[in-house]
């Protein structure tokens, strides 16, 4: 499996970072490339892949916020434009009523896309070849983090969260972690982790590489220092996630 970090910001915008979407991709050819969020900019970044937006499938979303699908119609267009109409939209319960709403708003697209939706919660399912185990993230609204499984590589994903152990048994085993860490030690935050937070909860948790992700312009200047701060209580690989990174994620030896 191949993950590639399209967007690794957040609702405020940095001028160097597109707000969240993942590109997971199989080499193997046994899954089929899968979008993870689609906040704005994450076009952009999917454009600049080999896969394109042409070569999506499905999109899994992990919560509505705006910068987790902001870029959900502008896809549907580009995709449209390029003669294709087909797509799978997977995510929590409000989806297609969301996805309908927004297409409602811009009707001259309404009638022209042949979408199939599906609306999961905490479980789990298949998608795009993936198989996938969901549990429900502390957030301000409803949201899902995923564990991603092929033959040989598994990922896991917080969406937005605070440092649950629900998300920390989750990520148990993964050879690879993205994890929400939006602001650094010192600020006072509900809904998303601060790093001596995350590295408490991943305490003793096998996970092979952890990034982190979702970063506020708070954070800027701050990265060494909040790597640092996660391996006080993570005795583990933790790195600071950039837009356009991508990284292979197999079985460790």
Known sequence: MQVTFLGTGSAMPTGERY??????????????????????????GLAATDVGYEGIGSVLLTHHHLDHVSDLMPLLKARWLAGETELEIVGPTGTESLVEDLLAVHDYMEGRFELSFREVEP??????????????TVHSMYCLAYRFETDDAVFTFSGDSEATEAVAD???GSVL??????????IDVD???????L???LAGRD?????????YPHTDGEHEAM?????EGFDGDVRVARDGLTVDVSERE
């Open 170 to 172: 989750l990520a148990d």
């Open 19 to 44: 707000q969240t979407g993942l590109l997971l991709e199989d080499p193997d050819g046994d899954a089929d490339p899968l979008l993870v969020d689609c906040g704005s900019g994450a076009l952009h």
């Open 191 to 197: 809904n998303h982790p601060t790093p001596a937070q």
């Open 199 to 201: 590295g408490e909860v």
């Open 123 to 136: 479980d789990t399912f298949s998608v795009a070849g993936y198989d996938v185990e969901a549990v429900e």
């Open 207 to 215: 996970v092979g590489r952890v990034y982190l992700t979702h970063l």
């Open 177 to 186: 972690l993205a994890h929400d860490c939006s602001f650094p030690d010192g």
């Open 227 to 231: 790597v640092e701060s996660v391996r």
